[in-house]
């Protein structure tokens, strides 16, 4: 039986390396607390590595992370579950309300005989993103991954998403809208900061993780076709400096940017902000691809721009639909046109006018609507929903087309 | 509640799937009795063990060979876990692999979903740098 420093009221499971400087990590850093604070107390189960302790207990919270280096990404997942069940084994008496990120944590926390709550928070689901990260997955193992995210939606009492787009998912797999609660991510305003000491003249920038569904690759070439403003420069700020980043080097190289585009990696925060706050603009380049246009994603990296009063330029795809309207705190482009992109950019750097005046509109549109109070303010409202259901959890099922053993075949 | 993390067998092997009684405490799997390492005072299980110690049960030759091991009857008269995982420990460092169909722990993934997990990862994704990773940026 594993042994917990004090009874959990509340638990926050993710899948997640805890603290980084991920949009996740961001996320995990806003809501958990709000779930603590909501509950009195509780614990916080992530990943982590041997730099970071195994466990912690800061006042009436208990960290725990799964540090164990196992090579497999799936057997690392199982790993990572199996601690997770002894753990709620061990916080069984105590614990009233359950939230979890990910397939991978959900199974010990939608137990039928449990008498906490379920909140299963929907950024992106594995079944969708994995084949992006291994082409070679089978679809059999697609599908029961997919029939263990059914299965959580189905048995968690509550589903919390970031954007409209990924409700609309969720709500074609069958999972029963009144379930569901749409809070999008938050961003905290940003006061004026000093220019980095090193920051170029004039730049645009890109700040966020590499992957090849964020689009960077037309970014670089959307800029290779802006060569002839002189002193303009591309900013990168990498959250990692992944095999992603290494191959868009290359590629920048390739274009002959080398000595325009300036690559930053793991800038902590406060680091981060100066870099963003005295950018021109700030650009989103997302691909049009099933993760984001199906699935759906809530780009932290656009809601935090806006909050510095950085316009922004995006992809036109529904979930960003959802943050920017065009033409009024950003511009939004055809996705996957380096030409298109080039061109928007190029005519927001020659009209400083409408930039202020998107910067003031970006501004009022956080302020309005999307800072992280606003998103904690809906989280915590959820959460005292859930306190008064009655402790013997009842499902509300998928709809009855939807089958999860069709998914296991 | 999971069933221990430990796998029986010698050339073929199987999950115990016994109840936990504890977590090991090198590895952090859950262990049932039975798989506890008596010679760690019971504070690891008997793989752990056996990879601390069994290369003292256990040696392999620069040829990659196995030689036989003197055990005396009396050895013998009781079973002796940590001296039988640390020859097994010793005898899979000859380059035999087990036969196993299991996944680590799970009865629902088994050997044919994680083997296309064992490529390096991170080279397309949000699961670089030892990440879950599924970002919502």
Redesign the interface.
Same mark, same amino acid.
């Given at each position: 039986m594993t042994t917990l420093l004090r009874s959990p009221e509340s638990l926050y499971a993710a899948y997640d390396r805890f603290p980084t400087q991920k949009g996740a990590s961001t996320h995990i850093a806003r809501f958990a607390p709000a779930l603590f604070r909501h509950a009195g107390g509780g614990l916080l189960y992530v990943l982590g590595d041997s730099s970071m302790p195994q466990r912690q207990l800061e006042e009436n919270v208990e960290i725990v992370r799964f540090r164990r280096e196992i090579p497999n990404f799936l057997e690392r997942a199982i790993a990572f579950q199996s601690a997770l069940s002894r753990i709620v084994d061990a916080a069984r008496g105590s614990l009233r309300i359950a939230h979890f990120r990910d397939p991978w944590s959900g199974p010990p926390l939608v137990t039928a005989n449990r008498s906490w709550a379920a909140v299963y928070e929907v950024n992106a689901l594995p079944s969708i993103e994995l084949p992006n990260a291994f082409p070679s997955v089978a679809p059999r193992t697609l599908a029961k991954i997919r029939a263990v995210e059914l299965h959580c939606l189905e048995a968690c009492d509550a589903v919390v998403t970031p954007s409209r787009t990924t409700a609309s998912m969720l709500e074609r797999l069958g999972v029963n809208r009144a379930k569901i609660t749409v809070i999008p991510n938050g961003a905290d305003p940003v006061p004026s900061q000093p220019r980095p000491v090193d920051a170029p003249e004039r730049y645009i920038l890109y700040f966020g993780a590499m992957q090849r569904w964020q689009g960077v690759d037309t970014l670089l070439r959307a800029f290779a076709r802006l060569t002839d403003l002189d002193e303009l420069r591309l900013v990168v700020c990498g959250s990692a400096r992944s095999r992603d980043a290494r191959r868009l080097e290359s590629l920048a190289s390739k274009l002959g940017l080398s000595d325009r585009v300036v690559w930053q990696y793991e800038l902590h925060d406060r680091e981060l902000r100066p870099w963003l706050a005295n950018a021109e603009l700030s650009v989103a380049p997302l691909r049009e691809c099933a993760r984001n246009v199906e699935q759906g994603c809530a780009p932290l990296k656009i809601v935090e721009s806006l909050a510095a009063g950085v316009p922004v330029v995006a992809s036109n795809l529904p979930p960003v639909r959802e943050i920017v309207t065009d033409g009024i705190e950003g511009r939004l482009v055809v996705p996957d046109r380096p030409a298109d992109l080039a061109r928007a950019i190029r005519v927001l750097l020659h009209s400083p006018q409408r930039r202020e005046e998107m910067s003031i509109a970006a501004r009022r549109r956080v302020e309005e609507s999307l800072t992280w109070d606003h998103a904690l303010a809906a989280l915590t409202a959820l959460y005292e929903r859930l306190d008064s259901l009655p402790h013997q959890r009842g499902r509300i099922a998928l709809r009855p087309e939807i089958s999860i053993e069709g998914a296991r075949a | &509640? &999971?069933g221990c #993390?430990c796998r029986g067998g010698f050339f073929a092997l199987r999950d115990c799937d016994q109840p936990?009684? *504890?977590?090991c405490g090198t590895?952090?799997?859950?262990v049932c009795s039975r798989h506890l390492s008596p010679a760690s005072g019971f504070t690891q299980c008997l793989d752990c063990w056996a990879q601390g110690h069994g290369d003292e049960q256990q040696k392999v030759a620069d040829d990659g060979s196995v030689p036989a091991v003197d055990r005396s009857v009396a050895d013998d008269a009781a079973y002796d876990d940590d001296w039988a995982y640390g020859y097994r420990h010793g005898f899979y460092r000859s380059g035999y692999a087990p036969i196993y169909f299991g996944?680590?722990?799970?009865r629902?993934?088994d050997t044919?979903? *994680?083997r296309?997990?064992?490529?390096?990862?991170?080279? #397309?994704?949000?699961?670089?740098?030892?990440?879950?990773?599924?970002?919502?940026?």
């Open positions: - | &509640m &999971m #993390e936990v009684a *504890t977590s590895c952090g799997r859950g996944s680590h722990s799970s629902y993934y044919y979903d *994680t296309s997990f064992d490529d390096d990862y991170g080279d #397309e994704s949000g699961f670089s740098e030892g990440d879950g990773g599924f970002g919502d940026s």
